[in-house]
């Protein structure tokens, strides 16, 4: 059975951080690309970031660039997002995502994150 575990949400001040992590059992993450997904209240789900199976490629929404950093490690079968400089804007149940095809495309549960003073 597959299993998408995300952790590290919370609540953080504007101009703070968190780091996601996302902790994959029952497959093995290095032949997948990797995703992070957020719903803030209201609105769509929105791609995050992404890194392809070897961490040699990744790719960022661009409101989160400069400020997310997607990583992985495969030998963990973790994939981590590391958030600065966050936003009110950034609040939202954040969903990490292993896909390889399109009938291999697994969720996590999510966690929260939000950011208000």
């Known amino acids: 059975q597959v299993q998408l575990v995300e952790s590290g949400g919370g609540l953080v001040q504007p101009g703070g951080f968190l780091r996601l992590s996302c902790v994959a059992s029952?497959?093995?993450?290095?032949?997948?690309?990797m995703n992070w997904y957020r719903r803030a209240p209201g609105k769509e789900r929105e791609l995050v970031a992404s890194i392809s199976s070897t961490g040699g490629r990744s790719n960022y929404l661009e409101s989160v660039k400069g400020r997310f950093t997607i990583s992985r490690d495969n030998t963990k079968n973790t994939v981590y997002l590391q958030m600065n400089s966050l936003k009110p804007e950034d609040t939202a149940v954040y969903y990490c995502?292993?896909?390889?095809?399109?009938?291999?495309?697994?969720w996590g549960q999510g966690t929260q994150v939000t950011v208000s003073s």
């Open positions: 029952g497959l093995t993450i290095s032949t997948y690309g």
């Open positions: 995502n292993a896909l390889r095809f399109s009938w291999e495309n697994y």
